[in-house]
């Protein structure tokens, strides 16, 4: 979706049009989602942090607040929604309830199949078994596309920060998921 | 950079594997209206000083009815299975099993397993749906419960039907919604789909200790079946009665606020594929 339709649909939605909202944030809620998912473990408040972000979206289009391009500020809202889920939780250790995802089958052949099936679960166990703090910035930067100085914000920390957390992640992930063929490489800003 | 392209590309095509609960897109059809009514005005003002707890006031974790049987740590402890069989779900037959395993997913079962029950379930029927509300659990400033609901009315097994059911504290003011859902069938040898879903209501500042200082004994939930238009763009709401659930103080906890005495299980590896 352009910057523009975003812009007529948000005209829209302050002119009290229900449907725009649904046609600004439904192509938006699966991304959201994963990525919530990825982060906090737990698909119940993978659920409660994308609701949130939902009322909040909303909330801040009706009172005109001047957002650039929407699907850029959703994707920072969601993970701002899933950390503060996250930090809060943590001390609870309440987070693993993953075990029911059934993760879709879209492949085309039945040896396709299989070897989409292992890499995938192979690669989404390996990330869900990473730390938060590394966990976080991988998720927000390869899955949600955020840039390292966004991901600072978001985050609180330094940029160098960032980089030394992926960096970290990414030589976990090489350990652990050697089929993927990820290399641990300083990330190229 | 050759590794940059493969981690993001096999990334993104794992994770879009993983489906993304319909009841999502539900909510998101319902924001404008419940906004509009004021469910969530005190969750949606932005609060700079206090940022992050402004937003939690909305929906708070499931944690909260975990840490309610803290109180019971020094108690005698059901088994499980006891348990599960004691605290069936009034006017359905579902798997014991899967009702265990819901509760485990939202935190429930710790307080079942301890025999914290303090709001006994309570069930009407109207037309042709039957509701009962269960695992009703009531803190300080929040409000938990579920509804299993069972109808000819109305496909309850399509997340996408323009009608369902919305269930909302009458008297105790506060803003919520549904936090999950799930489709079981009974066992009773009909296998009628019987839908679950959760709800978590935060509750404004003292409701709960004005509720309780006027005496009231009574928590009421209005049901209302909400069908929504989306050519018109429109959803309207037809009241279909109230949902009476007795409210004994004697059996609530105040906010004792411990560790849940539950184990942190890594329930690794993912389930892939259909099962």
């Known amino acids: 979706m352009d910057m523009e339709t975003e812009r007529r649909l948000m005209d829209d939605i302050r002119q009290g049009d229900q449907e725009s909202f649904r046609t600004l944030v439904n192509p938006l809620i699966a991304q959201a989602y994963r990525t919530s998912l990825a982060i906090l473990r737990s698909t ?24 650039r391009r929407f699907r850029g500020w959703f994707s920072r809202v969601i993970a701002s929604r899933s950390l503060d889920i996250a930090r809060k939780e943590q001390p609870n250790k309440y987070s693993v309830d993953i075990d029911g995802l059934e993760i879709c089958d ?39 596309e955020l840039r390292i100085e966004e991901i600072a914000l978001l985050l609180n920390i330094r940029e160098g920060t960032v980089k030394s957390r992926l960096y970290h992640a990414r030589s976990k992930l090489s350990r652990i998921f050697p089929a993927s063929r990820i290399q641990a490489q300083e990330v190229g800003v | 950079m050759r590794s940059e392209y493969e981690m993001k590309r096999s990334l993104q095509e794992s994770f879009e594997r993983i489906p993304v609960p319909e009841s999502l897109y539900r909510f998101a059809d319902e924001v404008p209206g419940r906004f509009a009514a004021g469910d969530f005005t005190s969750a949606a003002e932005p609060a700079p000083a206090s940022r992050r707890s402004a937003r939690f006031k909305l929906f708070k974790s499931v944690a909260a009815a975990a840490i309610l049987v803290s109180a019971f740590s020094a108690g005698v402890t059901m088994s499980p299975a006891f348990a599960s069989l004691v605290k069936e779900v009034p006017g359905f037959e579902i798997a014991v099993d899967w009702l265990t395993h819901v509760r485990q997913q939202d935190g429930v079962q710790t307080a079942v397993d301890h025999g914290y029950t303090p709001i006994e379930p309570a069930t009407v029927r109207f037309d042709g749906t039957s509701i009962t509300i269960d695992d009703i659990y009531l803190t300080d400033d ?18 996408r039907s323009p009608v369902h059911l919305s269930i909302v504290p009458s008297n105790l003011r506060g803003g919520g919604s549904t936090t999950a859902s799930y489709i079981a069938e009974t066992t009773d040898g009909s296998s009628q789909p ?53 409210v004994d103080r004697q059996k609530l906890l105040h906010n004792i606020v411990m560790e849940p005495h539950q184990s942190f299980r890594s329930r690794y590896p993912i389930r892939i594929g259909k099962s």
Do not use: W
């Open chain 1, 44 to 67: 119940h408040l993978a659920e409660e942090a994308v609701q949130n972000a939902l009322v909040e979206s909303y909330s801040a289009i009706v009172k005109g607040k001047e957002i």
């Open chain 1, 106 to 144: 879209e492949a085309a052949s039945p040896l396709d199949d299989v070897l989409k099936k292992e890499q995938c679960e192979r690669l989404i166990e390996s990330i869900m078994a990473l730390e938060l703090q590394q966990r976080a910035v991988i998720v927000l930067y390869y899955f949600e």
């Open chain 2, 194 to 246: 019987v839908r679950q879903d959760t709800y978590k209501y935060q509750l404004e500042e003292n409701a709960v200790h004005n509720f309780m200082a006027s005496g009231q004994t009574e928590l009421v939930l209005q049901v209302s079946k909400v069908t929504s238009d989306h050519e018109l763009k429109r959803s309207t709401y037809e009241d279909k009665g109230s949902v009476v659930l007795t």
């Open chain 2, 142 to 159: 929040e409000l938990l419960f579920k509804a299993f609901i069972r109808s000819t009315d109305y496909d309850v097994t399509d997340g």
